[in-house]
């Protein structure tokens, strides 16, 4: 079992108990902060004797003083009949007001560390801190796998809200968890009497009786020489047992004192168990160290965010797993298929591969491709490879890289399958290493390296084609894409830019049905959306979606989006043929690398044509008045400005700061890039003050955009790639 | 009420003790004490009820109530004079005592231990309140049966028959 099995099962399945211990947790954390008001500044070398003495004064019946770990002093006594305890002032032993042993109700605490269950669930909640600290670590293994080590352990997280929220999360309070988990095992086995805290049995002592009557506390030698900062406790001899003697804990040992001649009578240190206890309590708990308390509390309410977000994560993964199914085992298969997918959709194409070599008569095995290994059986292999993020292997699939250049060289033809994105600089990056790496070993090719764009299921089908002939058997690769649940949206309105010589545009606005609480809990229904994320429109009779990007968020109450007609363009043309209250089918993919996501810095929108939709959506929701810059390239103000009443009215209403716009088909004018050029100083100026870029239009006016920006970042020693790096730079290109 | 009480009547059955000289019988008597702890606020408490003699030595324990062995040292008095009984928690422990509830034990007792000095006493801790060495203490008369006592913190009320 590999750590994120480990990760996983223990996390759904301890998870919802140690929810119960991360809130109650949280909620126990407030105690050491309310408590901490109540502690009183011990005056510099004051001795137990001065404190016991000011206590006595103040309270004659005093029996007992405490030094809490609060730092607050409470005495308690007798007065008559009537017990007596209060907070006293270290400074005259003045009784202060408001004591109460906790601010908090017992039954959390015992929910905390029993469950309410007594020593039964004292068990339950040690092992559940067990299961703590190995999900902790676990979590830091994959962590560190999934940020490429402890170097990157600080940078950029990418992936699904629910992803970003787990590792950003987990990545603050993986160490106080562990933390909290160990100490927690610690305490629970001195409480079931696993670990013997105490230095023995406590010595039988008692004061010899003399002539003369007790010695005051501030005459005992040895109340003199301890700290009242490193008090414990002090128990003053019993009115009523002449042979009772003083008894005073520090955090050192414990003594016994006779009350007469004030002669130490026995001294017993505190055992090294018992100081490592007592340290493990202040981690545990936070008392004594109320910030620590505050960030434990955090730490504990975290558990609900990290396990929430956690199934939502393994919830996404299984719905989007493909389980193969006819799997050969890898002795007896001829033909291998090797998976490396980050988000699941390889092990679509998989399948399809899959199966049509079992219609041929193979016996195929598929794994993910960190299992890569041949066996004498072995007559292909076939390695999928999708690439993540900046050219990166899919996380499952880092060592693979590694391992195949360990593993000998088999006699089998390799055949590489590249999958990616050619928006993205490293197209197939991955791919494209494993094949050179295949080579470089010397194993032979059953076919070149083939990259499938945007998971094209035409550009799949032909490479089967190439494989049929390089087999000599009659292959035919039919995948099918999966398409998300889709939900039904209707036209609420259209406004039309016909076009002046070239094809006309709309702007869609649709309306959704309304989600009630237990859709949205399942899932289902559209799913909530912001500007920048795509939404794939399934026109009927065709299996394909089309993606466009969206101009509005779910906040905005409506959908829109800005849809140019293409001749042949199948979906392009059922929308636009779409009238107020007809219906389209349709899902939601997100985009979170383009997606703003409520930062703070200035931002620089570039768009042509309708790629100023997401944009426009920006803007729109832009109720923090960031500052936006937005540059927009067209033909003609007259027929393609889209958006421009409303663009007007933000820049009125200050969502907008800033308006630059370049049209080509008008005398003088220029596209975008010139706009750009023209501004380069502010740009500059912009761009050093942490702005963020967001692009979106064709792909030619992506690559000239980032051109002419690298041109005017040149004297900064910044570039397109690093801003790409970091995070800053993100593009919608079609 | 009770304090003030309890020198006296000790006092008194010391007397009685001296001049009346019960018959001494061969049989030992059945001892039943029922315990009702206070509402003071905090978890289950633990108790330990032993005898002590007319010199305040320790002579036996009748009954330790909560499981932790750990916690015994907060039963203070009862945990110092017991230390050398290696028997005393024989056949004598159950659970802690909540607050409010009222608990029994019942101990054979020869009786030469009634009306000759002999005291009940009850200590008493709860986890993050005060130890209450001593909490109650009872002098094992006959003329005690039947009688209420109040302890200091945590004890309600402690009383006892003899058969």
Sequence with gaps: MGWKAVHRWLGLVAGCLALVLGVTGAFLAADPVLQARHASPVPAGLSVAALAERVQRAMPGVEEIRRLPSGAYVAYGFDGEQALASYVDPADGRALPGYRPSELPRWVKNLHRSLLLGDAGRWGAAALALAMALISCSGLVLLLRRMGGWRHLAGPVRGSLAQRLHVLVGRIVLVVLCLTSITALYMSSTTLGLLDLDAGPEPDVVSTIGNQGGLPAAQVPMLQSLGARDLRKLNFPSATDPEDAWKVTTRQGQGWIDRYSGQALAWQDSTAAQRVYDWAVVLHTGESAWPWAVLLGLAGASIVLLWWSGLFVWWRARRQAVRITGNSPPAQADALVFVASEDGSTWGFAQALHDALVRCGHRVHTSGLEKFQTTPSTRYVFVLAATYGEGQAPTHARQALERIGRLPVGTAPVAVLGFGDRQFPAFCAFAKALDQSFRARGWRALLPLECIHQQSSQQFAAWGEALALALGEPLALNHAPRVPPSTTLTLVSRQDYPGRTDQPTAILRFQWPRRGWRDRLRGRGLAHFAAGDLVGIVPPGVGVPRYYSLASGSEDGFLEICVRLFPDGLCSTHLHGLKPGDAVQAFIRRNPGFALQGRRQPVVLIGAGTGVAPLAGFIRRNDRRTPMHLYYGGRDPAHDFYFEPEIRGWLREQRLASLQTEFSRIAGGGYVQDALRRDASRLRDLLRRGAIVRVCGSRPMGRDVAQTLDGILGTLRLSVQQLKAKGRYAEDLF | ?163
Aim: aromatic content about 8%; proline content about 2%; charged content about 20%.
């Design chain 2, 1 to 163: 009420m009770s304090k003030h009480v309890s020198r006296p009547l000790i006092a008194s059955t010391v007397a009685a003790a001296c001049t009346l000289a019960l018959p001494a019988l061969a049989q030992g008597r059945q001892l039943t004490l029922t315990t009702q702890l206070k509402n003071y606020g905090g978890d289950g408490a633990y108790l330990a009820v032993y005898l002590t003699d007319s010199k305040g030595a320790y002579v036996r324990t009748l009954w330790v109530a909560g499981g932790k062995a750990k916690y015994y040292k907060h039963l203070t008095d009862w945990n110092r004079l017991s230390g050398s009984d290696a028997r005393r928690l024989a056949g004598v422990t159950g659970a802690s005592v909540g607050a409010g509830r009222t608990f029994k034990v019942t101990a054979d007792l020869a009786d030469a231990l009634i009306d000759a000095g002999y005291e009940i006493r009850i200590d008493a801790a709860a986890e993050d309140m005060r130890d209450s060495p001593s909490d109650v203490r009872m002098p094992l008369t006959s003329q005690s049966v039947g009688k209420s006592q109040t302890g200091k913190q945590y004890v309600q009320s402690l009383t006892y028959q003899l058969k």
